[in-house]
T-cell receptor
Framework: EAGVTQSPTHLIKTRGQHATLRCSPI?????VYWYQQALGLGLQFLLW???????NRGNFPPRFSGRQFPNYSSELNVNALELEDSALYLC?????????????FGEGSWLTVV | AQTVTQSQPEMSVQEAETVTLSCTYD???????LFWYKQPPSRQMILVIR??????QNATENRFSVNFQKAAKSFSLKISDSQLGDTAMYFC??????????????FGQGTTLQVKP
């Protein structure tokens, strides 16, 4: 069974540009989560999508957004890129909204802003 | 707000020996989960073990066990018979119970563990 898959593995963008990262959850999982792992800031919760709707978001500006498609895959969009957006973006998934369900992570997408 | 603290940035252990990683957390909640995740060089976060706060019994998964002290807000991870494949960064994480908190893990800063041959 395939795990959580993310693309691209690496992405280099220029400050002010837009970036899109993609995530496919484990088959059967309806919840998708995005985390940012930036140097010096650690892992921070970004967004949670379930059944196509945004359920919760972390303390990030509105230029971080995303969506979830009918097949439960998700994309994270970052507008007006800033240098400090350079980080590893981790996607995770779980089955359903129950907070006790195990969360499985992908290998991440490296975003470098120059 | 909840915080998670890992006071050991780096640790090392000889292969086959036992090592304990420390984690403390701060919360006013009574119902929550605690986790240890492992992040090897591949960067994929792998769940090692989890503990429900309402359970008094410490969780165990093969060579991995925790010492959960709810009153002290302490959650340490013990790795027995350390193996080279255990080399990774280990993160302690907290999550409140409740549907609105699903997936909102609060992570500590991480402890880099090196297992030496």
């Amino acid at each position: 069974e395939a795990g959580v898959t993310q693309s691209p593995t690496h992405l280099i963008k220029t400050r002010g540009q837009h970036a899109t990262l993609r995530c496919s959850p484990i088959s059967g999982h309806t919840s998708v989560y995005w985390y940012q792992q930036a140097l010096g800031l650690g892992l921070q919760f970004l967004l949670w999508y379930d059944e196509g709707e945004e359920r919760n978001r972390g303390n990030f500006p509105p230029r971080f957004s995303g969506r979830q498609f009918p097949n439960y895959s998700s994309e994270l969009n970052v507008n007006a890129l800033e240098l400090e957006d350079s980080a590893l973006y981790l996607c995770a998934s779980s089955s359903g909204q129950f907070s006790g369900n195990t969360i499985y992570f992908g290998e991440g997408s490296w975003l470098t802003v120059v | 707000a909840q915080t998670v603290t890992q006071s050991q940035p780096e640790m090392s252990v000889q292969e086959a020996e036992t090592v304990t990683l420390s984690c403390t957390y701060d919360t006013s909640e009574n119902n929550y989960y605690l986790f240890w995740y492992k992040q090897p060089p591949s960067r994929q976060m792998i769940l090692v073990i989890r503990q429900e706060a309402y359970k008094q019994q410490n969780a165990t998964e093969n060579r991995f066990s925790v010492n959960f002290q709810k009153a002290a807000k302490s959650f340490s991870l013990k790795i027995s018979d350390s193996q080279l494949g255990d080399t990774a960064m280990y993160f302690c994480a907290f999550m409140k119970l409740g549907s609105g908190n699903t997936g909102k893990l609060i992570f500590g800063q991480g402890t880099t563990l090196q297992v030496k041959p």
